[in-house]
């Protein structure tokens, strides 16, 4: 027989979750859902599984148990299906969330679960399928040895790859990713701001810069991280991270302290890359410490 999965919490993560859990070949049990009509949503996109309004009736049945609700709640989630016994024993449990540990889900030990956390490092706007926004990706897992059996067998599935995790490192992982994603799109709110304090049209600043960042991206790809490092810092060219300081303060001061600090970060990595003397080092770090 088909093991068989639940889904709780059927919105844009869970809907994806059921079609592609699917075309793996596992089989839908059951969905509960906030509003009663994702829930639906979700087993129709899946081709069955009960709808249900108790979480504990949508996975006394499952082999695989799928929290995909808010990360709020997915703690409570857990522990009442634990107080119902809603989860039978041997079943895995996987929450999808990029920052919480699967330590959270411990109660459903009690059932005699396997507790874990499967979290696909990609965005999700809306649900997706047939296309498959998993392939590629990765998937990070953690947690009981069979819950990472089952994580990595799934990634397979999926053709993400898998990434096992420390527990203890589930908290920094989803930070790195947010640095790489989210505070991306800050850089280039900055980047964009600046080239619009020059006159540029708003409407033509990301024209200017998209083709700049994607060369840098391929460097990075192509050359790892240190190497990629390109510009005055990497130059020890301090006139122009001088000049850079007095141009800003003067147009956007508010934006000074940003570009400062990014300056600093990046000292280490032109001292890395062996291109830049001591002294000019020093000298930069001053500029880039200067109040």
């Known amino acids: 027989m088909k093991a068989t999965f639940a889904i709780l919490g059927c919105g844009k993560v869970g809907v994806t979750l059921a079609w592609h859990l699917v075309n793996i070949g596992l089989a839908p ?96 706007a809306a649900p997706t399928f047939p296309a498959n926004p998993f392939q590629g990706i990765v998937m990070a897992g953690e947690g009981d040895d069979a819950a990472l059996a089952l994580g990595r067998e799934i990634a397979s599935g999926f053709q993400a790859v898998f990434l096992p995790i420390e527990t203890a490192h589930k908290t920094l992982y989803h930070a790195a990713a947010v640095v790489a994603s989210n505070y991306l799109v800050t850089l280039m709110a900055a980047a964009t701001r600046m080239l619009e304090g020059c006159g540029i049209a708003s409407e033509d600043t990301l024209k200017v810069l998209l083709p700049l960042v994607r060369g840098t991206l391929n460097n990075i790809e192509n050359r790892g991280v240190a190497a990629a490092l390109t510009g005055p810092i990497a130059r020890g060219d301090l006139d122009t991270v001088e000049a850079h300081c007095r141009k800003i303060g003067e147009a956007l001061p508010d934006m000074l302290p940003f570009y400062q600090l990014l300056g600093q970060y990046t000292l280490p990595l032109a001292k890395a890359g062996g291109g830049v003397d001591t002294a000019t080092l020093r000298a930069l770090e001053e500029v880039l410490t200067k109040t």
């Open 29 to 124: 049990a059951g969905f509960a859902s906030r509003r009663s009509a994702s829930a639906h949503a979700a087993a129709e996109t899946a081709g069955g599984g009960r709808v249900c309004r108790e979480a504990g009736e949508a996975t006394k049945d499952a082999d695989i148990v799928f929290i995909t609700t808010p990360d709020d709640v997915i703690q409570s989630v857990a522990e009442g299906l634990a107080g119902r016994k809603g989860v039978k024993r041997g079943a895995v449990v996987l929450h999808c969330s990029g920052v919480l540990p699967s330590t959270i889900l411990a109660d459903l030990r009690r059932c005699g679960a396997h507790i874990g956390s499967l979290h696909p490092l990609q965005s999700f």
